[in-house]
């Protein structure tokens, strides 16, 4: 199989990866990331796995319908899929205590009333859930917002959880921070190797 058209792919992942890593265990701090970043990176991921062979076999007269019927099902069912699970913030880096006081402290700030819920915090004024998740275990938290989602609220939230985390002593995990660059070393060493092959 030509492995071309994976090295492009490959090395995009391979370098954000690195770089959401790198910024973990140098700054030792955790980070925050909209989702979508990382939805993008799965898409980018999916495209040199499914799309560009169904693309390669029908420019070589090679398709079979019913293959590629099955091809752009599942990967419309896995764009769906993770968009649905990838949507608000990751907090990459952060142990679970750090996360319910960042969120406290952020949403205190603003002066928002709220109620705590398990998994959930909502905002009493307003149309407003927020998700919470988090993985303690890999060091990694998800935030998502549900029904009235107010764009200047969940920007000076997010603000606020950044500020707090820039400016207070947070002890990051470093687990994720090892995790990503390491995946991101193998990803980019690979591409650097099938283009040395060519």
């Known amino acids: 199989m ?47 796995l499914l799309i560009i062979p169904t ?22 069912v896995i764009v769906v899929y993770m968009r649905r699970i990838l949507n608000g913030y990751q907090l990459i880096g952060i142990n679970g205590d750090t996360f319910g006081e960042c969120l406290s402290h952020s949403l205190d700030n603003l002066n928002i009333e709220y109620e705590e819920k398990l998994n959930k915090i909502i905002i009493t004024d307003s149309n407003l859930t927020i998700l919470c998740s988090m993985q303690s275990w890999v060091g990694q938290a998800q935030i998502q917002f549900k029904g ?6 969940i920007n000076s939230l997010i603000k606020e959880i950044k500020k707090y985390i820039r400016t207070n002593e947070i002890v990051s995990m470093k687990m994720p921070g090892f995790f990503y660059a390491i995946i991101g070393v193998v990803a980019i060493v690979m591409s650097v190797y099938e283009l040395l092959k060519i």
């Open 148 to 153: 009235n989602k107010d764009k200047k609220f």
């Open 2 to 48: 030509n492995t071309l058209y994976f090295i492009p792919f490959m090395l995009i992942i391979g370098f954000s990866l690195l770089y959401i890593g790198l910024k973990i265990i140098i700054g030792k701090k955790p980070i925050v990331i909209n989702s979508k970043w990382l939805f993008i990176l799965i898409i980018i991921m999916y495209i040199p």
């Open 55 to 76: 693309i390669i076999d029908f420019l070589n007269s090679e398709i079979v319908y019913f293959e590629t019927s099955l091809v752009f099902i599942l990967f419309t």
